[in-house]
């Protein structure tokens, strides 16, 4: 069993919609929840960061943490062609210069 | 702010030679960097952790030997392929992090190497 694991997709939603990506984990011990998304032959860029549980919005986008169910998503609200790309979910157990954990990936296409 | 580059972008080489690539933070010291390789449509795995002036942290089942990785400044890490094989060609790609910014690491745009 991954340490993490998320649906590859691909998924593929018109424009406007709320899109939810999720990713679930084995090891209780993550505390350090990422969100990050990468284009086609680019590296990946950093959306949303998260400590422990709970909910935190920026924009249009929404990461919740619920540890007890060892269960983050992402929401992305108003979503757009520009949004289509591959979203990576990352954990860490500590802070800092800490090794990441990433899922798959998730290939997003908003279709306008 | 917090922007790294990685060089070249991308490198076709043949196989029994060596490629080095580069990953450099522009704007901020990294104290610590990672290598990272993604296959296509899959994750990104850790290969190494350098800290600057330190031997790198390998992941189990890299070869050091094979990888060499040097962070001999505070704003430069490289990564060689030694021998490279067909089986190396991957997306390599950095990170970077430094203890007087965010709590998290800022990645490259990667380096697309080709092994024929």
């Known amino acids: 069993q991954k340490e993490v694991e998320q649906d590859p997709g691909p998924l593929s939603v018109p424009e406007g919609a709320i899109v939810s990506l999720n990713c679930t984990y084995s090891?209780?011990?993550?505390?350090?929840f990422m969100w990050y998304r990468q284009y086609s032959r680019k590296g990946p860029e950093l959306l949303m960061y998260?400590?422990?549980?709970g909910n935190k919005e920026d924009g249009r986008f929404t990461a919740q943490v619920d540890k007890s169910s060892k269960y983050i998503s992402l929401f992305i609200r108003d979503s757009q062609p520009s949004d289509s790309a591959t979203y990576l979910c990352?954990?860490?157990?500590?802070?800092?210069?800490?090794?990441?954990?990433f899922g798959q990936g998730t290939r997003l296409t908003i279709n306008p | 702010g917090a922007v790294v580059s990685q060089h070249p972008s991308r490198v076709i080489c043949k196989s029994g030679t060596s490629v080095k690539i580069e990953c450099r933070s522009l704007?901020?010291?990294?104290?610590?960097m990672f290598w990272y390789r993604q296959f296509p449509k899959q994750s990104l795995m850790l290969m190494a952790t350098?800290?600057?002036?330190?031997?790198?942290?390998?992941e189990q089942g890299v070869e050091k030997d094979k990888f060499l990785i040097n962070h001999a400044s505070l704003t430069l890490s490289t990564l060689t392929v030694t021998s490279a094989h067909p089986e190396d060609s991957s997306f390599y790609i950095c990170?970077?992090?430094?203890?007087?910014?965010?709590?998290?690491?800022?990645f490259g745009p990667g380096t697309r190497l080709t092994v024929l």
């Open positions: 990170s970077a992090w430094t203890s007087g910014g965010a709590d998290t690491q800022y």
């Open positions: 090891n209780s011990a993550f505390q350090y």
């Open positions: 998260t400590y422990s549980s």
């Open positions: 990352a954990m860490s157990v500590a802070g800092g210069a800490q090794k990441l954990v």
């Open positions: 704007d901020f010291q990294a104290t610590t």
């Open positions: 350098s800290n600057e002036g330190s031997k790198a942290t390998y």
